[in-house]
């Protein structure tokens, strides 16, 4: 198959192995592996991913805080199917990808990323997920991260992320800090709040979260995990044996999906 005629999708690269490090753009990884579609990666340093996105219809997903669209990655563009404008199609943001790759690239042998009648039901657990777990690890992940961007990403990102944090990111949570050793006591808490809901499908010792195949959900916390894996490999022998092991088999257990094209 021709490169000019498989999806592309845009993410943001670092000095990890492999380049790809962000959550939110593993979740879509994920997704495209896991359903076995042909694509390739496109690279964007921080400060081209508006006009980038600008230049080939992508929707903006956010507001920034003056109300000016915000364009955010990952985005993909499927060249085989033909969007209303004429041009190929683009979508924004991984919850929508994962929509559209079920629709567009059923795959019956594998199991849906959406199974019927849960749709609704995900996305509470993603915005559960979001805002309880996700969110706890920002003070600290945000100054590690820019440690690990390109020279083209680092002015952006500091500028960007220190308005968000109201402080210098060498400051905002210093490594073994009191507050950096608080935000993963509160991190453990929020994980064993979702082992607990988790729990309720059986103490079987099923890491996934419908308990049969993946679906989204399963990528959102493996998306999650691998970026800490990534980012503070020493916390994370700690984390992988939170709540009996459960987080450490799946990441694992996602591992066959984890390639990067």
């Not at 085989?80 to 559209?100: K, L, N, Q, W």
């Not at 199974?115 to 039901?121: D, I």
């Not at 960007?160 to 990111?169: D, N, V, Y």
């Not at 999650?224 to 022998?237: G, I, S, V």
């Amino acid at each position: 198959m021709s490169s000019d005629s498989i999806i592309t999708l845009y993410d943001a690269p670092s000095d990890f192995n492999g380049k790809a490090w962000s959550a939110n753009m593993w979740k879509a990884r994920y997704a495209l592996n896991y359903k076995g579609v042909p694509y390739k990666t496109v690279w964007l340093e921080y400060p081209e991913i508006e006009p980038t996105m600008r230049s080939i219809g992508a929707a903006p997903t956010r507001k920034k805080p003056d109300g000016s669209p915000l364009y955010t990655l990952p985005v993909i563009v499927d060249p085989s199917r033909t969007a209303p404008s004429g041009g190929p199609t683009v979508v924004s943001e991984s919850f929508h990808i994962a929509e559209y790759l079920d629709e567009t690239y059923p795959t019956p042998s594998t199991g849906a990323l959406f199974p019927p009648g849960t749709k609704a039901l995900q996305q509470l657990f993603y915005d559960h997920f979001y805002k309880n777990v996700a969110m706890v690890t920002i003070p600290m992940a945000l100054p590690e991260l820019f440690k690990h961007l390109n020279e083209g990403s680092r002015p952006y990102w500091r500028l960007t992320r220190e308005a968000m944090l109201g402080g210098k990111l060498e400051e905002v949570c210093a490594k073994s800090s009191e507050k950096w050793n608080g935000v993963w006591d509160e991190l453990e808490k929020a994980f064993g709040v979702l082992a607990a809901l988790l729990d309720k499908n059986g103490k079987d010792g099923n890491t996934l979260v419908m308990g049969t195949h993946p679906t989204f959900s399963d990528f959102v916390i493996a998306a999650f995990l691998e970026m800490h894996f990534l980012l503070c490999p020493e916390e994370w022998q700690r984390m992988r044996t939170w709540n009996g092991g459960r987080w450490g088999r799946l990441r694992d257990q996602c591992a066959k999906w984890r390639s990067v094209h």
